[in-house]
């Protein structure tokens, strides 16, 4: 089955295409990536949070042909704190 893992950070993404077994759990998709050459930069801190299709799943959930794998980060600043940060320069948010 063909799976999508893709990985984001400010400025920089990271994508690849596997071929993976029927019953690949999320944790295994993304040992898989993390041995293609796309993802050789990628460190992981262990503490991530995945999703499929914007969609939160556990690290244990299997995976169906065709999905993507999103590999979510932590907010740098929250949204709210962002707004504030914009609202005190007095400068509209570039969002």
């Known amino acids: 089955m063909r799976v999508n893992v893709v990985y984001a950070v400010v400025g920089q993404a990271w994508e690849v295409d596997l071929e993976c077994p029927t019953g690949t759990r999320v944790i295994e998709a993304v040992e898989l990536a993390l041995e293609e050459n796309e993802f ?56």
Do not use: C
Request: proline share 5%; aromatic share 6%; hydrophobic share 35%.
């Open 40 to 95: 050789k930069e990628v460190e992981l801190k262990g503490e991530e949070t995945f999703a499929v299709w914007n969609e939160v799943v556990r690290r244990s959930h299997v995976l169906q042909d065709g999905d993507r794998l999103e590999i979510l980060r932590d907010l740098v600043v929250s949204p709210m704190e962002r707004r504030r940060m914009y609202a005190k320069l007095n400068k509209p948010d570039p969002d």
